[in-house]
């Protein structure tokens, strides 16, 4: 089926709904309208679609860090999703780059290729098209990127890899747990430093699941301080503490080796300055 056959170019759920609804899919020079219109080896797909984006401009601070033609690197804060809701949020990211084009006249598209938790602070790579996203989006490996997070307590071991599989916990629509029938999960870490009562860590991910840096750490007895979901104790921190430090890709356009880094916010530093 069309559908299936797509699945290779790595869309965002809300690009392939513009195709569909406002695009154009043809096979073999034919027009379709059905996305589970059977295809074959051997036959040409085409998908079509505007760049010009329907999402609301909000009038948000945005931290640019970088930006050319082809992407931006946004530093975010905490309390900011990524995408608007279906319950009409216009306070997100992308609202936020939408009406930084607003301002300055910019016509392009706006492709966050990952998505951080409300609360999580740090880089985000958005692309300006479509063509960018996939080239960004084809591996889980295309964007390294390195985590600082403050844990609660003293690991066994400096450094180690977690390799546990994670699933929603039954019964919630926000939690997750590592569990046997999950998706594979691996999450690499370093100890940076040790505190009293908690840790200072370097964090790495070879998967991209939900929640993953937050469950497994707290699988393990080391909750995230802030972190109020799994059980980190919140007395230092008002959110979990999680920051989005180094982001390193190659360029979409020109190969070029692109590398990114974000300072720690306040709330953070304060606690790795003890």
Do not use: C
């Amino acid at each position: 089926m069309v559908k299936d056959a797509v699945k290779v170019l790595h869309l965002s759920g809300g690009l392939w709904k513009r195709i569909k609804w406002n695009g154009r899919v043809t096979v073999n020079g034919e027009e379709v309208h059905n996305a589970r219109r059977r295809v074959a080896k051997g036959d040409r797909i085409v998908l079509t679609w505007s760049e010009e984006n329907d999402i609301v401009p909000s009038d948000i601070p945005l931290s640019i860090t970088y930006e050319d033609e082809a992407l931006l690197v946004v530093n975010k804060g905490p309390g900011m999703i990524i995408h608007p809701t279906a319950h009409g949020a216009h306070d997100t990211l992308v609202n936020a780059v939408a009406g930084y084009y607003a301002r300055k006249r910019i016509e392009a598209g706006i492709h966050p290729i990952y998505r951080l938790d409300r609360n999580t602070t740090g880089l985000v790579v958005v692309a300006k098209s479509a063509k960018g996203q996939y080239d960004l989006s084809k591996s889980h490996d295309q964007i390294y990127r390195e985590y600082l997070a403050l844990v609660s307590g003293h690991m066994d071991e400096k450094a180690g890899r977690i390799d546990r599989p994670i699933g929603r916990r039954d019964g919630s629509i926000v939690e997750w747990m590592v569990r046997e029938d999950g998706k594979r999960a691996i999450t690499d870490y370093e100890v940076l430093g040790e505190y009293e009562g908690y840790s200072l860590l370097k964090i790495h991910l070879l998967t991209g699941r939900t929640h993953q840096i937050r469950v497994h750490f707290a699988s393990l007895g080391h909750p995230l301080l802030g972190d109020d979901l799994y059980g980190g104790p919140l007395g230092l921190m008002t959110r979990q503490a999680l920051h989005a430090y180094t982001v390193r890709f190659a360029h979409p356009v020109t190969g070029k080796e692109m590398r990114f880094t974000a300072p720690v916010p306040e709330d953070m530093r304060k606690w790795m300055e003890k």
